[in-house]
Structures are given as structure tokens and as C-alpha cells.
């Protein structure tokens, strides 16, 4: 029997959507890779404009003899997606994603780009366990505040594809380069589960991004000298109100725990990381 709802469950449940825009991938590249992309990595990373998230099905059997008149479907195996598409922007200063995709496939099939241009050529491919990544390839869904987060890990990855990338005279349009990776299977996981967590980060879930108002709420339960909120939080750790008052320096326990450190602020101020 359908019931009322509150305004507040409304707004707990419809008013907080999850955006398309907020993203990040990481990708692995063999070592020879790597080497000529150097230091533009995170550039690269950073470029990467359209990702899917992947998608699966059940494959079933048809079971209609254990029952009269009935017939069951059973699941057998999990089918994956064949492949996943990243769309890159490519950069004006050296096409660094057609540079660096282009550079794995010619070592998959380990190109000679001396005799390439012969008419005798033929192509030799590596073995697989040289040009797959076993782990590595990441697509990170995340909202505005990072309060959420979802983490999919993709097994065996490779680029099987470079799509086309028309160029005309017409109207000047973004020039973009998208890439399909094939892969065996994916995982969702929970980046925050792995490594070892100070007492202080497990007990406050997700310190390393905080929204405005919880970054100072946090700020002001932590420091530990008077004159700033959170006073009475001054013999954490063994250390005693007389000796913080003599020392003239504030004790912050983010420090001691290994979170980011944001100084003496308790206002709202953005994040970063690093002390």
C-alpha cells in the first residue's frame, strides 16, 4: 500500500544525483612506452575527455526437464564487454594521445619503422604476456565532494584499435582521438580498503577529500593548542595542556597520522595534499 514521504526523505533520496562530468583514468604502459611519453603522463591521463563504464550479462541454459510444464534458466558465466573506449584531446604541441597509442600498438606488433615502407613486409606479433597489462587500466567515478566513489579495475588490457580521426576545411572542431581497450574481465573495488590506515584515517572515513564545510569541521576538532576550536583535545597523544600552552606551537594529530596537512585554518579552505 503506497505510504506519504517526508520531504526530507525527497531530498535524501532525488536531490543528489550523480554527475557524468566528474572522472579519471589511469592507464598502464609497457615500459617501452613509457619511456617515450616520459614525463607526460599525468598529461595524457589528464586529457582523456569520454570513458564508459563497463557493462556485463549472464549468459544462461534452459533447464525444462527437471519440472512438468516448468521452465528454469540457470546462470553459467558472466560475459564482459569486449572492449572499453577512451576519447583523448589531442594536444597542439606533439598529438601526444595518437603519439603514444600508435607506440603501443607498433610494439604489440613489433614494427621495424626502417623497413615497414618495404612491400615484402610482414608483421610478427610479440607474445601476449609482453604488451597485455595483468592490472593497471582504472576508471574512477567520483562526485564533486568525493564523498563517493566508485573504482573499476580492468584485467589483461590492451589496445585492439585506433578510431579515424577526420580533418576538412570546414568549421575548426576539437581534434580528439579515442582508443578501444580490450580486456578479460573487471572488478569493482574499494580504493580505500587496500594498505595499512592510521587509527585517525579509519575512524574518519575518506579524509583525504574533503568538502569545504567537513575540511573545517575537521580543522577545528584537531588542532590542539588554546585559542582555536577543539581545545579540549589537548592531551591526545600523551600530550599534556601545560606543556602545549608553554610550547607555542600547535600539534595537529593529521599530522601524526599521516593525513593532509592544511595549517591552522579553521575556516573553510580547499583541500590538497601534502604537509
Known amino acids: ?72 534458466r540457470h546462470a ?16 597542439a604541441r606533439n598529438y601526444l594521445p595518437i603519439r603514444a597509442f600508435e607506440s603501443w600498438i607498433r610494439y604489440i606488433m613489433d614494427e621495424d619503422v626502417n623497413e615497414a615502407m618495404s612491400k615484402d613486409y610482414a608483421y610478427n606479433s610479440r607474445y601476449p604476456d609482453d604488451y597485455i597489462m595483468d592490472q593497471g587500466l582504472i576508471v574512477r567515478k567520483f562526485e564533486r ?15 585492439v584499435s585506433i578510431s579515424s580521426m577526420p580533418v576538412s576545411y570546414d568549421t575548426s572542431s576539437l581534434l580528439k582521438c579515442t582508443v578501444s581497450m580490450s580486456y578479460i574481465r573487471y572488478l569493482i573495488t574499494d580504493s580505500k580498503s587496500s594498505g ?4 585517525l ?13 567537513e575540511q573545517a569541521k575537521f580543522n577545528s576538532s584537531n588542532l590542539t593548542i588554546p585559542g582555536f576550536e577543539g581545545e579540549n583535545l589537548l592531551t591526545t597523544g600523551g600530550i599534556s595542556k ?12 593529521r599530522v601524526e597520522a599521516g593525513l593532509p596537512y592544511v595549517g591552522r585554518n579553521i575556516g573553510p579552505i580547499a583541500p590538497f595534499s601534502g604537509i
Open 1 to 72: 500500500m503506497p505510504s506519504p514521504k517526508r520531504i526530507s526523505q525527497i531530498k535524501s533520496s532525488l536531490l543528489r544525483p550523480a554527475l557524468t562530468s566528474h572522472f579519471e583514468v589511469e592507464i598502464p604502459f609497457p615500459s617501452s612506452v613509457q619511456s617515450a611519453i616520459g614525463s607526460q603522463k599525468e598529461s595524457l591521463l589528464l586529457s582523456c575527455s569520454e570513458a564508459s563504464l563497463p557493462g556485463s550479462r549472464l549468459a544462461t541454459a534452459e533447464i525444462d526437464n527437471s519440472r512438468t510444464g516448468v521452465t528454469e
Open 76 to 91: 553459467y558465466r558472466r560475459i564482459f564487454d569486449d572492449s572499453i573506449d577512451l576519447t583523448f584531446y589531442v594536444d
Open 145 to 159: 565532494d568525493y564523498q563517493a566513489q566508485l573504482t573499476y579495475e580492468f584485467v589483461r588490457s590492451f589496445p
Open 196 to 199: 595499512s590506515e592510521s587509527p
Open 201 to 213: 584515517r579509519s575512524t574518519q572515513p575518506n579524509t583525504d577529500y574533503f568538502s569545504p564545510i
Open 242 to 253: 601545560d606543556v602545549a600552552k608553554t610550547s607555542g606551537n600547535a600539534i595537529d594529530r
